[in-house]
């Protein structure tokens, strides 16, 4: 299979990531309303929001199993937990990491792609737009803290980081691998 074929690597936490997802942080849930609407999304849960009043500084655990694919509710639920910190006079950073093993994001869901409709396709790419934009035009300092595997869409969304840490293991990939798909992301 394609995904299989792709890459495959792995590896362990770094005491740095450990310390990130420390639970002394207090915990802030982001509210799916506004573009959940737009989009007929779910409630928020795929994201475990960690906000340090005293620092300013939040922590967005990645936890949509098995390994952050990027799919059109979940690339909703990111927009919306950036505007929601973006609104807060109080935040002033963002650290984006992954609560799965191994794996910062595989980057998009394949599956969005796959026999879906055009109009689906669509909005999916939007999406994918919408969340590189944010991150990149954010006023928020964003650090992506890359503790594990990135490829494609993963790297993109580390790329629109102003920072980047990587674990250093060798088994972890990170680049622009979609061509090796059959895949050119679409003009924006
Ligand atoms: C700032 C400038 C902007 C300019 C824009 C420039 C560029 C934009 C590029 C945007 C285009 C992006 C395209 C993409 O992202 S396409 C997706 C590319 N991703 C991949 O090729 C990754 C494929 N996956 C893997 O390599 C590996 O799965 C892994 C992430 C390294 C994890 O490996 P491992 O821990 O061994 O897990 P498994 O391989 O066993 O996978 C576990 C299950 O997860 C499913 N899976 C994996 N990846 C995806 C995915 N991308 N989408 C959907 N599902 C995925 C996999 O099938 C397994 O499922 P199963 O257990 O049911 O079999």
Known sequence: MAL???L???????GLFCQLSSSRHGRVCASPVLVAQQRNSSTAQNIKLDFDQSTG???MHMQCPPVNALSLEFLTEICITVEKLEMDKSCRGL????S????FSAGLDLLEMYE????????FWRAVQEMWLKLYSSKLVTIAAINGSSPAG????????????MADNPRYG?????????MVAPFW
Do not use: F, W
Not at 95 to 98: C, D, F, L, M
Not at 100 to 103: A, L, N
Not at 116 to 123: A, D, I, K, L, Q
Not at 174 to 182: H, M
């Open 4 to 6: 299989r074929a792709a």
């Open 8 to 14: 495959r690597k792995s590896c362990a936490l770094t």
């Open 57 to 59: 500084v939040a922590v």
């Open 95 to 98: 650290i984006i990491t992954s």
């Open 100 to 103: 799965q093993p191994k794996v």
């Open 116 to 123: 879906t409709s055009t109009e689906h396709r669509g909005e």
């Open 154 to 165: 993963g790297c993109l969304m580390a790329m629109t980081c102003d920072y980047r840490i």
């Open 174 to 182: 990170i680049g622009l691998n979609e061509t090796q798909l059959g």
